[in-house]
């Protein structure tokens, strides 16, 4: 599974990630009025917005690699991941379904309600739906124009739990990093999705994360997976 910073893991999600990462407990710093106040040397803001550049490349890449193709739980093919650009759809798309799992009309809700969201809230909510090693894989980053406000939603029923994760750095600061598993483990066991289809959790996983993005953001929120 994933996002996402494992952006679209097999079980738990994989993220960015698509999110195997063990979760850490987020700190806040405080700033009382009485401390002392430091300058950030010359250039500080130049080098520090390169080195998250850099760090968003490599995390996408490595877990795009993980997530897209399930990179290092296959065969050694598997382990470099999988980019085929001509698996690629001939017109822009934000749901790329290469698995057959949705209708036509169900791609078509889908486009809306990502489309909707990303003017409301300016998160790129993308899908990739595959049975790998059948995937464009990374070549999803480029087609998509993948950044740190895009979540590459891949669902892959490969190894057990189908939906996978890869988030963009920006997203990961406003949504809990249980989000995904939860969001995961209710929707994309395989007991779900072997009963209700492979297109039910999908469009169950899209209903949760929109209607979490929507959410104000606080401390509690995206609590509960609806």
Do not use: C, H, Q, W
């Given at each position: 599974m994933t996002i996402l910073l494992p952006l679209v893991h097999p079980s738990p999600p994989s993220r960015l990630p698509l999110s195997s990462a063990t979760e850490l407990p987020k700190i806040r710093a405080s700033s009382p009025s009485n401390s002392l106040s430091i300058p950030n040397p010359p250039g500080f803001k130049k080098w520090a917005a390169e080195l998250r550049s850099r760090s968003l490349n490599l995390a996408l890449s490595a877990s795009?690699?993980?997530?897209?193709?399930?990179?290092?739980?296959?065969?050694?093919?598997?382990?470099?991941?999988?980019?085929?650009?001509?698996?690629?759809?001939?017109?822009?798309?934000?749901?790329?379904?290469?698995?057959?799992?949705?209708?036509?009309?169900q791609e078509r809700r889908l486009c809306e309600e990502i489309a909707d969201l990303e003017k409301e809230t300016g998160v790129k909510l993308r899908i990739l739906a595959q049975n790998y090693p059948d995937t464009p894989g990374m070549a999803v980053k480029d087609f998509w124009q993948v950044d740190e406000r895009t979540i590459v939603f891949v669902a892959d029923p490969t190894f057990g739990n189908i939906l996978h994760f890869n988030v963009g750095a920006t997203v990961d600061l406003d949504v809990p990093r249980n989000f995904w598993s939860r969001v995961a483990g209710k929707y994309g066991n395989m007991f779900y999705w072997k009963e209700k289809g492979e297109d039910a959790s999908i469009e169950a996983a899209v209903m949760a994360i929109t209607s979490c993005l929507r959410e104000p953001t606080a401390p509690n929120n995206c609590m509960e997976v609806n």
């Open positions: 795009l690699a993980f997530g897209l193709a399930l990179g290092g739980l296959g065969t050694a093919n598997a382990k470099v991941g999988v980019n085929r650009p001509e698996m690629l759809p001939k017109e822009y798309s934000p749901v790329i379904d290469v698995a057959g799992f949705l209708s036509a009309s």
